[in-house]
């Protein structure tokens, strides 16, 4: 199974400050067909999981453009440049190239300082 | 819009089963892979199972081959997920998805204790 990783797991990041999470999975998430399957999920408090990158860096619908989704092979980030009281929760990243199983990092813990 | 509704989950003794129901709305069901992931309390997103279109192939995470059972009736947009054995560790919210991950239901809580 491909284990994913993230880092850091607690992010106390200033209001208007940017914020960047970074994942890495054991093995090259590269897919056969040219994909590149890792997407990053938020969830807020209390709330269910909410997809707003997929395929590396493609933004949902509605999903502000201060967020933004880099990366190749087996290292990914994901940056926020400009945090707004909103952003708190939990963002997780997941691959889905090699599956069975879809695999979810361990989670990042954003909260304003 | 798009809309997914978990119902079924309770308390559970160890060793029982409990059967979680999905209703999907707002596209076309019969389309879609469709998935089941679990949080355990204060923890992170485990993927727990999926299904195909048409319910020809199935896969499970590790952890719950040979106790759980995904299925669909595309007639009645619905998803569902048989649990039976039920372990402690077993404790979690499942949110039915689909299998895109682009859109989750509210989830459901199965407490499985004595």
């Known amino acids: 199974d491909v284990v994913m990783t993230q880092s850091p797991l607690s992010l106390p990041v200033t209001l208007g400050q940017p914020a960047s999470i970074s994942c890495r999975s054991s093995q090259s998430l590269v897919h056969s067909d040219g994909n590149t399957y890792l997407n990053w999920f938020q969830q807020r408090p209390g709330q269910s999981p909410r997809r707003l990158i997929y395929?590396?860096?493609n933004r949902d619908s509605g999903v502000p453009d201060r967020f933004s989704g880099s990366g190749s092979g087996t290292d990914f980030t994901l940056k926020i440049s400009r945090v707004e009281a909103e952003d708190v929760g939990v963002y997780y990243c997941m691959q889905g190239t090699h599956w069975p199983p879809f695999t979810f990092g361990p989670g990042t813990k954003v909260d304003i300082k | 819009e798009v809309q997914l509704v978990e119902s079924g989950g309770g308390l559970v003794q160890p060793g029982g089963s409990l059967r979680l129901s999905c209703a999907a709305s707002?596209?076309?069901?019969?389309?879609?892979?469709m998935s089941w992931v679990r949080q355990a309390p204060g923890k992170g997103l485990e993927w727990v199972a999926n299904?195909?279109?048409?319910?020809?192939?199935?896969y499970y995470v590790d952890s719950v081959k040979g106790r759980f059972t995904i299925s669909r009736d595309n007639a009645k947009n619905s998803l569902y997920l048989q649990m039976n054995s039920l372990r402690a560790e077993d404790t979690a919210v499942y949110y039915c998805a689909r299998t895109d991950f682009d859109y989750w239901g509210q989830g459901t809580l199965v407490t499985v204790s004595s």
């Open positions: 299904i195909k279109q048409d319910g020809s192939e199935k």
């Open positions: 395929k590396v860096s």
């Open positions: 707002g596209f076309t069901f019969s389309s879609y892979w």
